[in-house]
């Protein structure tokens, strides 16, 4: 499978949710598979919190594939033989497109926290740009869970004409505190580290040590990813060192893991990215603009393909339920589907199960759902 | 209700399970209600992790009273004008008892990481001492939550004959890896906040100015206190300003919560306590010292009643369960209760729905079930 890394700059301004402009802006973006003469087998992946453009195959010398490379691929339930597959990376993230880390035109230094706090939609909207400079005006698919689904909620109520199918997972239409107090801990940690400097650190130095704040938040996003029962698998209560009992930083594999994940974090993502992109998810509410949730649902005229994972704790699937139920009491009952999924992995399902509903994926894109 | 507060310190030694000792130790203890004649009218209480021996009551010009006065008092469910009330401070924690901030003997310096690590049976063990140097040999009850329900299910074990009624809530018995992985964030959390020094802060310092790393770890915390349900019957999605929607640190009202409760912990907390009692939280296993679960549970002659809380995420039900269903494979169905208490509050309810539970207390108390 091909991969192909693209950046495009855009001049004219994204204007935002929240009345700030970006102008210039860009993003890069990756796509696999070829895009056929009527321009008719696009599918756009959107991406979670942490992930970015590169969703699916290996660069030269990578050792792990593409985020999604379980998903997406030749033969694969997104079959990149068939589909001219299109992967964005969301601005603010800080994987190569706009992000408080960019150049402010103005003054030539980093925005930081002069860059506008922006809004699931505004990431949309920046992508839809990317789609039409590619001269793309619908798609065959949008595909994405997590702060992905939202992405894929909002391209089904802000252009109904886009997606003949959108498949949201273990999304919701509006963050729930649980969520948003999760995503304070991260804010906090990282506020509170001296080596932020309060927004004003050298982001390579940053980079190179590991910002310790942004690690230990990311362990406890680490605990809503999962599940009671996915650690009990996982980790159970076995020592890292067997004679660790009695010493006081002795380590169960469960703490390992998150020292891992934690503190590799870092290394990889930016402390500013990650504060704005946790408030684009934490003000994300599908129904705003409009009185009511199903005010907003009943513009959506895409086939709305919803599917949410028993298990997952962080966006639960009767936040997934309630999408079903709106849709089906405004009169969409013919163009939503809700498929729950068993499982007790947890959030990250949508990720790791791909197994587990991979033939339903097939089955919308082959129109027999 | 008279509240009595006292402090006994112990020359002899208290052989710890890590094979260290403490000595001279102190432990801080408060009663209410009066001991009778025969001493046969003593309930003892044991404390969670930020708990401490004041447990019902005002102290003079004390605002709120102690954390479990709602459910301990004159005519409460227990009822302090029936029975003496002991409850004392766990060793390990920093409300009087000998702490990781006592002097060394040797030294006359603060233990700090010198402090051994301490279990849950050296903490009942050192329970015991107390309540033998009161001339208390056996007891009407022993009752606690969450890790106070650990010491409870300890006396059951290592002290058959101690008490008549041992009363665990919201408790397990060897803590799952979910529980290890918050309390994992509180513990990275405090060692790399630069104000811990490595354990060699200044106590008087660190309380006034509060450490940041303990905050931003007991919000984490506070998230596996509550449940999803909960949190969205408290905060929903407001904001706190009005205005805030657009502004990087605009808050909602969950993190406004977590800000009070983070922030104003460590005034009141030691860092170095806390990570020596979520160790002894993480290494407990009722079955250590046994080959299985059952063989520690053979021993316990007491009556056993548990108390479960259906939306209790920290501990969840079926821990509870598992000890009910093993002490009636184990023949001892008689003295086994489990009474699983419908709520969606999460693992704090134990501390809030009090109502939901006080007159089955009331009833085993009076020895009813």
Redesign the interface.
């Known amino acids: 499978m091909k991969i192909e890394t693209k950046k495009v700059t855009f001049d004219e301004p994204l204007y935002c949710?929240?009345?700030?402009i970006l102008q210039p802006f860009e993003v890069v973006y990756e796509t696999y598979g070829k895009l056929n003469e009527d321009k008719s087998n696009v599918i756009v992946i959107t991406h979670a919190l942490s992930g970015s453009h590169h969703a699916a195959g290996f660069y030269e010398g990578e050792r792990k594939p593409g985020w999604w490379d379980n998903f997406i691929g030749d033969g694969k339930a997104v079959d990149t033989t068939k589909y001219f597959v299109i992967c964005m990376n969301n601005i603010g993230s800080c994987f190569g497109s706009t992000s408080p880390l960019s150049s402010h035109p103005l003054t030539n230094t980093p925005y930081r926290?002069r860059f506008?706090?922006l809004t699931i939609s505004d990431i949309v909207k920046a992508q839809i740009r990317v789609l039409k400079s590619l001269d793309i005006n619908n798609v065959k698919a949008v595909i994405g869970g997590s702060m992905g689904g939202m992405q894929a909620l909002c391209y089904a109520i802000e252009y109904p004409d886009f997606a003949e199918h959108i498949i949201a997972l273990a999304t919701t239409a509006?963050?729930?505190?649980?969520a948003?107090?999760?995503n304070?801990?991260v804010?906090?940690?990282i506020r509170?580290?001296?080596e932020f400097k309060d927004g004003y650190y050298d982001p390579q130095d940053i980079k190179e040590n590991g910002l310790?704040?942004l690690?230990?938040?990311r362990?406890?996003g680490?605990?809503s990813y999962?599940?009671?029962h996915s650690?009990?698998e996982?980790?159970?209560?076995r020592y890292v060192d067997q004679d660790g009992?009695?010493?006081?930083?002795g380590r169960?594999?469960?703490?390992r893991y998150?020292?891992y994940n934690?503190y590799n974090f870092p290394h990889r993502f930016d402390p500013l990215s990650y504060?704005?992109i946790v408030?684009t998810m934490?003000?994300f509410?599908a129904s705003r603009g409009s009185d009511t949730l199903a005010q907003s649902l009943d513009k959506i005229k895409s086939k709305l393909h919803l599917i949410s994972f028993s298990g997952d704790?962080l966006f639960?699937p009767e936040e997934m339920v309630e999408i079903y139920d709106t849709m089906c009491e405004i009169g969409k009952k013919d163009i939503v589907t809700h498929k729950m999924i068993d499982s007790d992995y947890g959030h990250d399902a949508f990720l790791v199960e791909v197994d587990k509903f991979e033939d339903y994926v097939k089955d919308i894109l082959g129109n027999k759902i």
């Open positions: 949710e929240s009345g700030r926290f506008p706090v509006y963050t729930r505190p649980w948003i107090a999760f304070k801990v804010t906090e940690a509170n580290d001296p310790k704040g690690a230990v938040g362990m406890a680490h605990i999962l599940s009671p650690m009990d996982k980790f159970g209560r009992l009695y010493e006081l930083f169960f594999e469960v703490e998150m020292e934690g504060l704005y408030k934490n003000i509410n704790l639960k």
